[in-house]
């Protein structure tokens, strides 16, 4: 992945099936983990463990491009949370990684409705 100077790799999220690592090869940022915020540099490794309640997202403040590999279990289906925007997303039915999948939906979480909505 690179990311270019001022910009975001990904939305603020946190996974509940996937764990995922990255390794900084160039460039410096921050991370966003959680409430906190932590430098990144060249060599550094991050840890985004599934089911923390914690979102992550890698922030490119610097002037130059930060490039880093991104490794994850990909695991199906999954169940992904977006703090930010309030938003929840759920993926499944496809290989990890191809695409069409057979459920690809995000929706706000306002939008919810009760389990029994619909049922007789």
Known sequence: ???PP?????????????????VILTGTGTLRYGEDRFPLREGDVV????GT???HQIVN?????LSYLAISTMEQPEVAEYPDSDKIGVIAGAPPGRHPYELFFF????????????ES
């Open 107 to 118: 929706t706000k979480r306002e939008s919810g409705v009760d389990y029994f909505e619909g």
């Open 47 to 50: 840890a985004a463990p599934p």
């Open 53 to 55: 309640g914690k979102a």
């Open 6 to 22: 001022g910009k975001r790799a990904w939305q603020f999220h946190l996974h509940h099936a996937n764990e995922e690592m990255f």
């Open 1 to 3: 992945m690179v990311v």
């Open 61 to 65: 403040d610097s002037d130059s491009e």
